[in-house]
């Protein structure tokens, strides 16, 4: 079994404990949403992700997982938590790969597209502009930040083994 088809299968069950095993240390991730975190940050944004939705679901085509590299399309299902409104989002994964491990992931999606889904008529108004897309931003690290900041206290409620 390909790292993408072990990462994906644990993806669709939620268990973000197994997705982030498979990142290598010095590993990287960026998306619209997370221009650049380190592995540590990766498998908090999956834990924060994961144990915070409740409604959520994908759909997963590998279309490549060899030793070096993986490709995959994705589509997520779920409300966004903030405003509640339904969103599908399509999102296309590069990974990079060495010793089985994941060294550098790249998920590429359409913010505005998102944007207008989550946020609704603002989102679709001005999710192209640099200030929305850098609020977005900002807020995402501001809560990933808590999220780690409850998670190393111990007081998330949240399983992070």
């Known amino acids: 079994m390909g790292v993408a088809e072990q990462f994906y299968e644990a993806f669709m069950v939620r268990d973000h404990y197994t997705m982030g095993l498979l990142y290598a240390e010095n590993a990287t991730f960026s998306d619209p949403v997370f221009p650049l975190l380190n592995a540590r940050g990766a498998r908090m944004m999956w834990n924060m992700l994961l144990t915070r939705a409740e409604d959520f679901a994908i759909e997963v085509n590998i279309l490549d997982d060899g030793p070096s590299r993986a490709s995959v399309d994705w589509v997520a299902h779920y409300s966004f938590g903030a405003t509640g409104r339904p969103v599908v989002n399509r999102v296309h994964t590069e990974m990079a790969l060495s010793n089985g491990r994941i060294v550098r992931q790249v998920d590429s999606f359409n913010l505005w597209r998102w944007s207008g889904q989550a946020l609704g008529a603002s989102g679709w108004l001005l999710g192209w502009t640099p200030q929305v897309r850098n609020k977005i931003r900002d807020q995402a ?12 206290a111990g007081d998330s409620g949240q399983e992070t083994r």
């Open 141 to 152: 690290a501001r809560s990933l930040r808590e999220y780690a900041r409850k998670a190393s």
